[in-house]
Nanobody, 118 residues
Framework: QVQLRESGGGLVQPGGSLRLSCAASGNIFMFNAMGWYRQAPGKQRELVASISRAGRTNYADSVKGRFTITKDNAKNTLYLQMNSLKPEDTAVYYC????????????WGQGTQVTVSS
């Protein structure tokens, strides 16, 4: 059973930056794809960014040009670099790992809170 653990969240002012990390207890190369999701109070969980095993990336329109998803297979860690943060980016951020296609059997972390406020 692989565990995913996010870190790096916190309070940041608008326009600031944060880097989230998602450390896996096993080899992340086993995942066909990994992603970052977020859930704001009263809203559904939404995809922020994803990366395939081959390194192909996909971003939500709301974060394109501001966020960058990367992974380090040697460190078994997924990252999300977030720049030019806005108050609407405030949410709990989760990482997700899929062994094949996205499914209900995917692995999820416990989440890390990101708050953008002055």
């Amino acid at each position: 059973q692989v565990q995913l653990r996010e870190s790096g969240g916190g309070l940041v002012q608008p326009g600031g930056s944060l880097r989230l990390s998602c450390a896996a207890s096993g080899n992340i190369f086993m995942f066909n794809a990994m992603g970052w999701y977020r859930q704001a109070p009263g809203k559904q969980r939404e995809l922020v960014a994803s990366i395939s095993r081959a390194g192909r990336t996909n971003y939500a329109d709301s974060v394109k040009g501001r966020f960058t998803i990367t992974k380090d297979n040697a460190k078994n860690t997924l990252y999300l670099q977030m720049n030019s943060l806005k108050p609407e980016d405030t949410a709990v951020y989760y990482c997700r790992g899929a062994l094949s296609s996205w499914s209900a059997y995917d692995y999820w972390g416990q989440g890390t809170q990101v708050t953008v406020s002055s």
